[in-house]
């Protein structure tokens, strides 16, 4: 075997290396989204085995994180990427935290599904359901932009958190209404105040990852950096 | 010069900047215990100017994370470390985040103080900011166990946070009975709300920062682990 077929073998294995972590970070967004959508079945249909199940399988998020990450610092050390190589190991450490983040938020909503509730509870458990949809939708769409890393979808999705803040905005308001016509329904009602500061999290996490892949693909750190200035570049 | 004088320049140097980053993340570290400091302050006396000061320095603190992370970055790509070299340059960028996030509870406790608060609200507001002084402890001693890559100090420091936790359940309930004695004080209560749930976040985030000492000094990943598993190693 002559060098340079051992650099293309070698460079051959480091991007199915690079190529393996992408997976990974894929499925284990693919395995937090169904935890959001199963937190959100459960409570809707107020399904305590089903918020139990959530509960239980957030050990499987947090060890993808820890697994991915390892697999990460592996690859710094030993293949000591540059430029985009390390850009993308870097976007992808960063994205399972923020995922991993989103998996504790499916255990807030799933507990909330988990307490006893009085039917006049029961519209308000709709509006967060709701709202949990959309941010599911912006979570599917994110790992969409993450798959492609699609900078372009990216920069979209980004914008799509301020819509979220103006519902999770609404439905606080609709809950100091509920817990001041009904101050006995104050201690269940911030569970659900709680599920509703989860999925608005759900939210800011999915917007972080935007900012990972235009990280990724432009080289830029954009946090803390307006629209105007993005789309300016 | 040989080649051995060489290395050796080349090795003071690379030393030289990890102690630059670790000195950068420790002046990070002392803005954000300032800024957790003024906030406190703020919301203790109702200064409003001192709340407004805290809020406009987060910037800074916004700022110093994005050059920090370059900085990693930079170091990553040029020198290309390996074993603790590299686990400190990891350590170090995660212990940004969450140092950045800790500014943000920051600005969220100044935004509670800056609300006009009636006076049977006062003793609410001398909880919180008794759990903050609290918090601020825990993060200083955090910050001095990052300082010196304690092992120790961080096993002890990451058990604190349980401490802080209790401390915040209690504010919760009183909350909750102040709410429900005087429903139209609820709009008003639920930022104080939000100011307690930013101070018990605060003791998240020093919990993480001292898994990221433990990864450093153990080259081990404690996140997920229990306390039992944590000693026995």
Redesign the interface.
């Known amino acids: 075997m002559d060098n340079k077929q051992l650099t293309r073998h070698i460079s051959g294995q480091f991007n199915a290396e690079l190529e393996a972590i992408r997976n990974k970070v894929l499925a284990m967004g693919g395995l937090v989204e169904q935890q959001l959508e199963q937190a959100l079945d459960a409570l809707g249909t107020l399904d305590v085995e089903l918020a139990q199940k959530v509960i239980e399988g957030d ?1 499987r998020v ?2 993808m ?2 697994d991915i ?2 697999e990460c ?1 592996r690859i ?2 030993k293949r ?1 990427p ?2 985009s190589d ?2 993308l190991v ?1 976007a992808i450490s ?1 994205t399972i ?1 923020d995922l991993e983040r989103i998996g504790d938020a499916c255990v807030r909503i799933a507990k909330a599904a988990m307490e006893k509730r009085s039917n006049n509870q029961q519209p308000l458990l709709v509006s967060i359901e709701s709202m949990g949809r959309h941010a599911t939708r912006l979570l599917h769409s994110t790992l969409d932009a993450l798959a492609r890393m699609d900078v372009e979808s990216a920069i979209e999705l980004h914008k799509e958190d301020a819509k979220l803040d103006k519902e999770y905005e609404g439905i ?1 308001r609709q809950l ?1 209404t509920y ?3 009904d ?2 329904s ?2 269940g009602i ?1 569970d659900v105040l709680w599920a509703a500061r989860a999925v608005e999290r759900v939210g800011d996490r999915c917007k972080n990852i935007c900012e990972y892949v235009i990280y990724y693909v432009k080289g830029r ?1 954009v ?2 950096v307006s629209y105007e200035e993005m789309e300016k570049d």
């Open positions: 050990h947090n060890g994180e820890v990450d390892e610092t710094i050390a000591q540059a430029a390390l850009r870097i960063k935290a606080i100091m817990m001041m016509e101050p006995r104050i201690p911030l750190d946090r803390h």
